[in-house]
């Protein structure tokens, strides 16, 4: 979750400088520290300072050696250049990040969103249509982190005097709020902010009341409930360096399919919101230690998947139509574990 508190409430400056250091002391969550901290240094109006940490990151050279989330980092380096100044950087950066088509819904939001705010309307409803095809096409549950691709296309239909299709009623019908999507993203509410009406005005209130409910629901959505991933490489250096652990993973492959068995489990509980977090040797010991207990102990696997997920290192499960496995093999989910 990127901050948005106001400058005057927040030393932005500061707290990105504080992100920054945190971030060489746990290379491992560099990634997701330099985005916090690049978000406040555009809080703080030091946009060009924000655009060389998103160059940090993109460079890999003090982050972790393979970015987990390279469009999320494009996506926002393009829309913070675009408020300074560097329109058609930002328009390259967007165009290759619509060519690429990433299969998560995060950087199309972005650069959708971007393009809106500078009034490109056309090309933000065209950039949210094709997020919203790639991802969305042939599936029967849309996943959370897709519906700001489908309401964001239907306000900006709205905006545009567009008539409803198929993905504005799905818009509607996953919207949960007391206030229709169509009120909400009506788009002469501006006029009733300056309406002498009292039941306009009332009108007004209530809506941008179901806007803040939505916002918060959104903050305290709590992390997923994850279950721990080793790649074979740490999971090999982890049973050698702790032979106890082998009764708890026989074999990787054991491993891999006690992952996915565990989730659909847990889906076919009712359980909502799961991921799956990546775990790494020196990542696990220093938790240990922190924790005063052996990496031997198999009770300590669990509390770490929970701190890794607080964190944010969890990926949501299952994986985005169309989307790399999970278990890293490089091929889609659907042909692997999820077949």
Not at 49 to 58: I, V
Request: charged share 25%.
């Amino acid at each position: 979750m990127r901050p948005d508190t106001p400058a005057e409430n927040v030393d932005h400056t500061a707290e990105a400088a504080r992100l920054e250091r945190t971030a060489g002391l746990y290379p491992e969550d560099a990634e997701a520290l330099l985005l916090q901290a690049a978000a406040h240094l555009e809080l703080a109006g030091d946009r060009p300072a924000a655009t060389t940490l998103y160059d940090r990151l993109l460079s890999s050279s003090e982050a972790p050696e393979h970015l987990e989330s390279p469009y999320l980092i494009r996506a926002l380096k393009a829309s913070n250049l675009w408020e300074y100044g560097h329109e058609a950087e930002a328009r390259a950066i967007i165009d290759g990040i619509r060519a690429a088509a990433p299969r998560d819904p995060a950087p199309w939001v972005i650069v959708a969103e971007s393009l809106e705010s500078h009034d490109e309307l056309e090309a933000a409803q065209k950039t949210f249509t094709e997020g919203v095809t790639l991802l969305l096409a042939d599936t029967t549950e849309v996943p959370h982190a897709s519906h700001p691709l489908l309401f964001g296309r239907h306000r900006v239909r709205r905006m545009l005097g567009a008539p409803h299709d198929d993905w504005d009623v799905l818009a509607d019908t996953l919207h949960t709020s007391p206030v229709p999507l169509d009120e909400l993203h009506d788009p002469k509410r501006v006029w009733s902010l300056g309406s002498d009406n009292p039941a306009e005005l009332q009108a007004e209130i209530s809506r941008l009341r179901a806007e803040l409910g939505t916002y918060r629901e959104e903050l305290s959505r709590p992390f997923p409930v994850a279950v721990l991933h080793w790649p074979a490489a740490e999971l090999s250096e982890l049973v050698a360096a702790y032979p106890t652990l082998t009764e708890e993973y026989p074999s990787h492959e054991q491993h891999l399919a006690g992952i996915e068995a565990s989730l659909r489990e847990l889906s076919a509980s009712g359980t909502p919101n799961l991921g799956i977090v990546t775990g790494t040797v020196p990542s696990y010991e220093a938790f240990a230690a922190s924790e005063g207990t052996s990496p031997a102990d198999t009770d300590l696997l669990p509390q770490y998947a929970t701190t890794l997920a607080a964190r944010g290192r969890a990926a949501g499960w299952p994986p985005e139509r169309g989307a790399k496995c999970w278990c890293g093999s490089g091929n889609g989910y659907e042909q692997c574990h999820g077949a």
